[in-house]
Every structure is written in C-alpha cells, then in structure tokens.
C-alpha cells in the first residue's frame, strides 16, 4: 500500500522522459449531500430544483468557506425524494481512464456509486441503488466519442462535442464553457493543471485546452481528478 501511495504521489508532480500510457481517474460527486438528516446544497441548486420549500442558510459543513443551503429532509414529499435520488445517482462515478499515445486513444471506464451512496441509498431511499458499469472511448484519429452502455452504444463526432473554453486567467488555467441541455443554457467552471497532457479529461472534449483537466464544477455535480500515473 506504501509503495502505490508513493508512485501516485510521485507521478502526480513528475512525467518520465519517455511512456506509453497514462493513467488517470477522477472522482465525479453530486452537488447534493445528506448529512445527520439534512439536504446540502448550493442555494441556487436548491431554488431550482425545489422552488416551493423554503431552505435555510449555512455555513458548509465540508467547506467553511462557503455558505450554502440545507432542507429537513422530512420535509420532502415521495416526488421531491425521487428528484433528489436520481440526482446522487447519476453524478456519483469513479472514473478511470487510460491514454494510449500509440493508438492516440483513451478508454475511459465509469463506475457508478460507492460505498457511502449505498449506506445514503439504504437509509433514506429505503434500498440499495443498482449497479451501473459503462465505457467511453475517445478516438482522436476518427476524431469521435464512442459510449457503450450495457445495452446500447451510441456515437457522436468531436464536432458535435467539442467545447470551448472562455479563458478568466492569463495563463489559460481557469475558464468557464457554455452549452445547450435538456435544463437551458447551463454554464461550468473549468479548471486545468499545467503540469498534466491535455489528454488527461473525462468525457468532455475542448477545443482550446493545452494542459490537462484538474477539475470541472457545475450546479449540480463537481469532477475532480484524483491520480496521473504514467507507464
């Protein structure tokens, strides 16, 4: 266990002269978070997404630096529950990719849930979620992204995908990208790490990055990359 620690620890801040692969993973974790009974989240997030039941003000538990809002969550009804399950359903992954420099390729593996939204399932959704294993695979040569769920595969080229970065910060380290979902007009925050290949990203491909991608936060979930180890 030593050992791994030291060559994640070690791989996140060198690059060998020479590799094959990269490996990478990120964590994805919605937005939402139940703590002793109580419904986290972003004020913004919470007027949207339950505009009828009035919050209250707090400083984060999991960040001092922040005030956000939090509901009893006794005071949501069977819809406004269901709403909130499939919101930590869906944005709770650990994704792990590999980058082949030789096939200019990455397949990234996604895994849906963990430990703790199995306990948060069991306590307040009355069940255990359902496992959930799929496939991304970025071609860079076809230039197209393949996703292959268990029971349908699906592909979209780089020019339907692609995303922009509007830059904030002098050294192209911070932006935001805009786009167009089934919610409106949604924009998130992008941040990149200058000491990582621009390969290194989760499913969501830019036009303009020159450096990897350290983290990218929404309303409604946050993607942070955990580990870099080259091969």
């Given at each position: 266990m030593l050992i791994l620690a030291c060559n994640i620890v070690f791989s996140q801040t060198t690059m060998p002269g020479t590799y094959s692969k990269i490996k990478f993973v990120y964590e994805q974790k919605s937005n939402f978070f139940i703590e002793n009974d109580k419904v986290y989240a972003d004020t913004l997030l919470l007027k949207v997404e339950y505009p009828k039941l009035k919050f209250s003000k707090v400083i984060s538990p999991s960040d001092s630096t922040k005030i956000i809002g939090f509901l009893e969550i006794k005071?949501?009804?069977?819809?406004?529950k269901k709403i909130l399950g499939s919101y930590l359903y869906h944005t709770t992954h650990t994704i792990e990719g590999t980058y082949d420099l030789k096939k200019n390729k990455t397949k990234l593996f996604f895994t849906r849930g963990n430990k703790a939204l199995n306990e948060t399932f069991k306590k307040y959704f009355g069940g255990n979620y359902s496992p959930f294993i799929?496939?991304?695979?970025?071609?860079?040569?076809?230039?197209?992204?393949?996703?292959?769920?268990?029971?349908?595969?699906?592909?979209?080229?780089?020019?339907?995908?692609?995303?922009?970065?509007?830059?904030?910060?002098?050294?192209?380290?911070?932006?935001?990208?805009?786009?167009?979902?089934?919610?409106?007009?949604?924009?998130?925050?992008?941040?990149?790490?200058?000491?990582?290949?621009?390969?290194?990203?989760?499913?969501?491909?830019?036009?303009?990055?020159?450096?990897?991608?350290?983290?990218?936060?929404?309303?409604?979930?946050?993607?942070?990359?955990?580990?870099?180890?080259?091969?």
């Open positions: 005071s949501f009804n069977k819809e406004d799929f496939n991304v695979v970025v071609d860079y040569n076809e230039k197209k992204i393949h996703t292959n769920y268990p029971r349908i595969n699906y592909t979209k080229s780089f020019d339907s995908q692609l995303k922009k970065i509007n830059f904030v910060s002098d050294d192209k380290s911070l932006g935001t990208y805009t786009f167009q979902n089934s919610k409106g007009i949604q924009t998130n925050v992008v941040t990149l790490n200058k000491k990582y290949n621009n390969k290194i990203t989760p499913n969501i491909i830019f036009s303009n990055n020159d450096f990897g991608v350290g983290e990218i936060a929404s309303i409604f979930d946050t993607i942070t990359l955990i580990s870099v180890i080259y091969e």
